[in-house]
Nanobody, 124 residues
């Protein structure tokens, strides 16, 4: 089993920044594809960003240029730096992992491991 534990969520004003972290443990391999998803009340879970073992990244159009996904292979930790936050970024953010990166990288069904999520609130 793979365990993923997110942290770093909180409340921030629009225009502010937050950094999310996700610690991976268990039968986790540094070659795994990792991603961040978010889900707002009444909405479907959407892919935000993904990164493969070579550091190649993918972003949704809604966060491109504002969010940065990185990973520390030695620490088995995934990060999401979120800048210029908007009220529409408010959601529960989930860390995810998969054995390989599929073509899309931002589709929920491509990932088999999930954390419990961390809440992000953005006030206007």
């Amino acid at each position: 089993q793979v365990q993923l534990v997110e942290s770093g969520g909180g409340s921030v004003q629009a225009g502010g920044s937050l950094r999310l972290s996700c610690a991976a443990s268990g039968y986790f391999y540094s070659s795994y594809c990792m991603g961040w998803f978010r889900q707002a009340p009444g909405k479907e879970r959407e892919g935000v960003a993904a990164i493969d073992s070579d550091g190649i990244t993918s972003y949704s159009d809604s966060v491109k240029g504002r969010f940065t996904i990185t990973r520390d292979t030695a620490k088995n930790t995934l990060y999401l730096q979120m800048n210029s936050l908007k009220p529409e970024d408010a959601a529960r953010y989930y860390c995810s992992a998969a054995g390989i990166c599929y073509e899309s990288r931002l589709r929920e069904h491509e990932y088999g491991y999930w954390g419990q999520g961390t809440q992000v609130t953005v006030s206007s």
